[in-house]
């Protein structure tokens, strides 16, 4: 018989919306109550592509960068990959975001960018085979957290009762 499968749940937003901390928060309270949860990273910036982006990110090399492509294009590289059972959207003001602590220091950390990013995650958002919930990330991180938290432990029941599937697919 097969086991129970777990779930995966992704914390998305612009940066500094909270994301690290609340998923930090999010896996020692899932693990303390029992789970097996963990953390991942994309990109996971300890590999050696995940090195190549960070020193760019962190504008210590240049390498050339294209921006222009389509956000279909820009999706083709993770058609099929497992499909998350919950996508958190951490929704923050960006002049709150860029009044939060470290905004500025990587190569994209600017107003004007991470507007068209905000664009393109409402453009994604759009798409009803995902399961998309907004968070308001300018709450306390208490708040946030708890927000978070019980939403995904209800994901993770649902989760174990139903077949992974494929994203974009
Ligand atoms: P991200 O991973 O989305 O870029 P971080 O988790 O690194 O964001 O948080 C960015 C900064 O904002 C950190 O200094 C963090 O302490 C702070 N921060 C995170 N959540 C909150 C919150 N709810 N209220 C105030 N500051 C926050
Ligand atoms: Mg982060």
Request: aromatic share 8%.
């Amino acid at each position: 018989m097969a086991g129970r499968r777990g779930a995966l749940i992704v914390l998305e937003g612009v940066d500094r919306a909270g994301k690290t901390t609340q998923c930090c928060k999010l896996v020692e309270a899932l693990c303390d109550a029992g789970q097996r949860a963990q953390m991942l990273r994309f990109p996971e910036r300890s590999t050696e592509i995940g090195k190549l982006l960070s020193s760019y990110l962190e504008k210590k090399s240049e390498i050339e960068a294209h921006a222009n492509f389509s956000l279909d294009w820009c999706k083709q590289p993770d058609v099929g990959l497992p499909k998350p059972d919950l996508v958190l959207f951490l929704q923050l003001q960006l002049a709150d975001a860029a009044k939060r602590e470290g905004f500025g220091c990587e190569l994209y950390e600017n107003q004007a960018f991470q507007k068209q990013v905000l664009q393109r995650f409402y453009q994604l958002m759009e798409d009803p085979t995902l399961n998309w919930k907004i968070v308001d990330a300018s709450k306390s991180f208490e708040e946030v957290h708890e927000e978070i938290r019980t939403v995904s432990e209800a994901t993770i029941c649902t989760a174990a009762q139903r077949p992974l599937e494929e994203l974009w697919k």
